[in-house]
């Protein structure tokens, strides 16, 4: 399972793992009426927590894989 896999399961579960966070990720995210920042595995995941409190599931889900593009500034 990769890390997209275990934060959709995480989601659905209600217990989102900070581990598929890296420790320096950035979550800059945009809500109705406010935009904000958060830095760090932990914290992303405290935030996550609070969005995905209960469990719930997706009616569909389409992921589409994206060159890698590590290496690449």
Avoid: C, Y
């Amino acid at each position: 399972m990769d890390a997209v896999d275990t934060l959709i399961a995480g989601i659905e579960a209600a217990a989102v793992p900070s581990e598929v966070f890296a420790d320096d990720a950035v979550l800059d995210a945009t809500v109705p009426n406010w935009r904000f920042t958060t830095l760090g595995a932990a914290a992303i995941q405290g935030v996550f927590a609070g969005w995905f409190a209960d469990p719930g599931s997706f009616r569909q889900l389409h992921r589409s894989r994206l060159a890698d593009l590590k290496g690449r500034a």
